[in-house]
C-alpha cells in the first residue's frame, strides 16, 4: 500500500512540473508551441453559428416626410426656372431628411427641381453645393422615391433652379 502512495504522489509531482514547464514555454515570446495533431475524418470541427444579421431599416421607415410634403414636393412649378443641366444622381444619406440634391451645378443653397427624364416625374427640392469634386449628385431619399427611381441606380436627372 505504501508503495502505491508513493508512485501515486510522484505521477502527480510529474504532472505538475510537466505542466509548469508548458506554461512557462508558452508564455515567453518566440518560443515554440507544440503542435497539434492535423485533422482527420474523425475529428469533428464545430462552430458557433454565424450571428443572425442586424435587422435592416426599409426605405418607407427611413423617410420621415409626410404626405402633405410629399403632395407640395410633386406640384407644377408655379415660377420660371433656369435649367442648370444634367447630373447623374445617387442615393445620398438616408439619415438627412426632407427633399434636397447635394450637386456640383449651384454655388449657394437656393430652391429648384429635379426631373427624371426617363419617366417624366419631377420633384422640388432644396438645391446645396457639393464641394467634394466629381460631377455626380447626392439626391434624398424622400426625392429619389418621389421620381420612381430604384434607390440603387443611378439615373441622370435634369436639375432646375427656381
Given at each position: 500500500m505504501r508503495i502505491a502512495s508513493i508512485a501515486l504522489t510522484a505521477a502527480c509531482g510529474l504532472i505538475l512540473v510537466g505542466c509548469s514547464q508548458m506554461a512557462s514555454m508558452q508564455s515567453r515570446p518566440g518560443a515554440a508551441t507544440p503542435e497539434t495533431p492535423p485533422?482527420?475524418?474523425a475529428t469533428a470541427i464545430t462552430r458557433?453559428?454565424?450571428p443572425r444579421p442586424a435587422a435592416r431599416a426599409t426605405p418607407a421607415q427611413l423617410d420621415t416626410t409626410t404626405a402633405e410634403q410629399r403632395a407640395a414636393a410633386a406640384e407644377a412649378p408655379a415660377q420660371a426656372e433656369q435649367r442648370l443641366g444634367t447630373t447623374v444622381g445617387s442615393l445620398g444619406n438616408p439619415a438627412e431628411g426632407g427633399f434636397?440634391?447635394?450637386t456640383p451645378l449651384v454655388e449657394e443653397r437656393a430652391m429648384g427641381r429635379i426631373v427624371n427624364p426617363a419617366t417624366g416625374k419631377s420633384a422640388k427640392v432644396e438645391l446645396i453645393p457639393l464641394t467634394t469634386g466629381?460631377?455626380?449628385s447626392q439626391v434624398s431619399l424622400p426625392a429619389l422615391q418621389l421620381l420612381?427611381?430604384?434607390l440603387t441606380d443611378l439615373p441622370t436627372l435634369?436639375?432646375?433652379r427656381s
Open positions: 485533422a482527420t475524418a458557433a453559428p454565424a434636397w440634391i447635394k466629381g460631377s455626380g420612381d427611381v430604384p435634369e436639375v432646375y
